[in-house]
């Protein structure tokens, strides 16, 4: 705040500067409650972390975890291939063996039939 101060001997104002009101407000009554609304820092506190190195970081942490997931979805689904491809052998084989019965049936019926 600006205060004009008018000296008796001098015609013209000169003007001063109010003191500014002090950086840190004073501790509350009780510090637990106001503890929880305001920001304070601590002092002398010798851990600091950057922001950026903090946001690097996570990323890093999220695209590992991304990769193994893959790595283990990928490794399932090839083992769930061989799977399939070894069923799909199995019910070829199980047609092949049913096709000679059938054609042999088939025969003993047309021969009874003569």
């Known amino acids: 705040m600006i205060d004009l101060i008018v000296p008796p001997t001098s015609a013209r104002p000169v003007a001063s500067v109010a003191e500014p009101p002090p950086l840190a407000a004073p ?12 920001f304070q ?3 002398g506190g010798n851990e600091a972390h950057n922001g950026t190195t903090l946001m690097v970081e996570a990323y890093a942490a999220i695209w590992m975890i991304l990769m193994v997931w893959l790595v283990m979805v990928w490794r399932k689904q090839a083992s769930m291939n061989q799977r399939l491809d070894g069923l799909e052998q199995a019910i070829d084989r199980a047609a092949a063996k ?8 088939a025969k003993a019926i047309r021969s009874d039939a003569n």
């Open 98 to 105: 049913q096709v000679p019965a059938k054609a042999a049936a």
């Open 27 to 38: 501790p509350p009554a009780n510090p637990t409650e106001d503890r929880s609304t305001t």
């Open 41 to 43: 820092p601590v002092e």
